[in-house]
Antibody, heavy 123, light 108 residues
């Protein structure tokens, strides 16, 4: 059974930094592109970033480019999101999500999701 | 950026009725569209990908259609567990993957 468990969400002041983690199990982690998707309280879904199975291809939403850094450790089946220069509008539940298709043929659909970790940016 | 507009914002129906949800793209996205279901307090669940392919384990009452700019999710006969929020998502214009604003299907 695929499991994705996020952690690291806390309350942080504007301008602060935070590192989110996602522990993956139940599938061959290093075969898949992984994503972060966020959802502000009571709002819709927003894709944040992706990283290819080998860590070579990395993409970001314009809203976080230059502030967030995605990474992965395939030896530990883990995905990370380093968040710097946080803004109040970054307040959201952050989901780790697995791409539907393996290898270099990612199709950028999300077939498994974690339960999310809440990041609150507030003074 | 490709903008996805979902309509209606809320759909009020009774169990057993047919639900028709719309997603319109600001530019053509071929068939690179997915549908997700989200229930309160839960993560989204992939229902449909590439506009019309059901994801693993999704019941046959869910179907997707469309291409280009106009897409439809149809639930042929609503079950009690289908009342939720539904989102569409495009994967055509990466790196900017975008979602629609959602349609809430509520019990009438």
């Amino acid at each position: 059974e695929v499991q994705l468990v996020e952690s690291g969400g806390v309350v942080v002041q504007p301008g602060g930094s935070l590192r989110l983690s996602c522990a993956a199990s139940g599938f061959t982690f290093d075969d898949y592109t992984m994503h972060w998707v966020r959802q502000a309280p009571g709002k819709g879904l927003e894709w944040v970033s992706l990283i290819s199975w080998d860590g070579v291809s990395i993409l970001y939403a314009d809203s976080v480019k230059g502030r967030f850094t995605i990474s992965r450790d395939n030896s530990k089946n883990s995905l990370f999101l380093q968040m710097n220069s946080l803004r109040t509008e970054d307040t959201a539940l952050y989901y780790c999500a697995k791409d539907r298709r393996a290898g270099g043929k990612a199709d950028f659909y999300f077939d498994h999701w974690g339960q999310g970790t809440l990041v609150t940016v507030s003074s | 950026e490709i903008v996805l507009t979902q309509s209606p914002a809320t759909l009020s129906l009774s169990p057993g009725e047919r639900a028709t949800l719309s997603c319109r793209a600001s530019h053509s996205i071929s068939s690179y569209l997915a549908w997700y279901q989200q229930k309160p307090g839960q993560a989204p669940r992939l229902l449909i990908y590439d506009a019309s392919n059901r994801a693993t384990g999704i019941p046959a009452r869910f179907s997707g259609s469309g291409s280009g700019t106009d897409f439809t999710l149809t639930i042929s006969s609503l079950e009690p567990e289908d009342f939720a929020v539904y989102y569409c998502q495009q994967s055509s214009n990466w790196p900017q993957l975008t979602f629609g604003g959602g349609t809430k299907v509520e019990i009438k």
